[in-house]
């Protein structure tokens, strides 16, 4: 991969790398931590999971045992996260970190979704595109969600 190839695929996460950053550095409260972690997560799990995909047989005609390794980055993450924040899903402010823990699974089932064997017809082609236009949408509109959630959250 050349160098202008991996500035244009790194441009998606340039806005949710600032404000992961800046919800983890001001951390006014727990759910900020939090958000801040997830927003930045893509970045670490976005290459395990090309290294993943980039092994899976091509072209894919069924479903394989192995495309489930592909969720396995995103929801490895996700769950230690949750277990590490797991007093903020209950109790009356739960809806917050509640909703954002549901964003970050339709990241990575977005991801696997990406991959998935359509059938063979020719819908493959624009299903595979759909999920690839959401997946380059998803990581700026959760980062979105992340700073406002936790930012309406402070003092609580």
Same mark, same amino acid.
């Given at each position: ?64 045992? #192995?495309?489930?390794?592909? &969720? !396995? $980055?995103? +929801?490895?993450?996700?769950?230690? *996260? ?49 999920? #690839?236009?959401?997946?380059? &949408? !998803? $990581?700026? +509109?959760?980062?979105?969600?992340? *700073? ?9």
């Amino acid at each position: 991969m050349d160098l202008l190839s991996l500035f244009l695929c790194s441009i998606p996460f340039w806005a949710p790398v600032a404000i992961g950053l800046y919800l983890v550095v001001n951390k006014p409260n727990e759910l900020s931590l939090m958000a801040g972690l997830l927003t930045l997560k893509p970045i670490v799990t976005t290459p395990i999971w090309f290294a993943i995909i980039s092994t899976l047989p091509r072209p894919v005609d069924k479903l394989e045992p #192995a495309h489930l390794w592909s &969720i !396995l $980055p995103g +929801a490895s993450l996700t769950l230690l *996260l949750a277990f590490t924040f797991r007093r903020l899903l209950s109790g009356p402010g739960a809806g917050g970190a509640r909703v954002l823990l549901a964003l970050d699974c339709v990241r990575w089932l977005n991801s696997f979704l990406l991959f998935l064997p359509y059938g063979g017809n020719a819908a493959d082609g624009s299903l595979a595109c759909l999920f #690839a236009v959401i997946g380059l &949408i !998803l $990581p700026t +509109a959760f980062a979105m969600v992340a *700073l406002t959630t936790s930012l309406t959250h402070i003092g609580e």
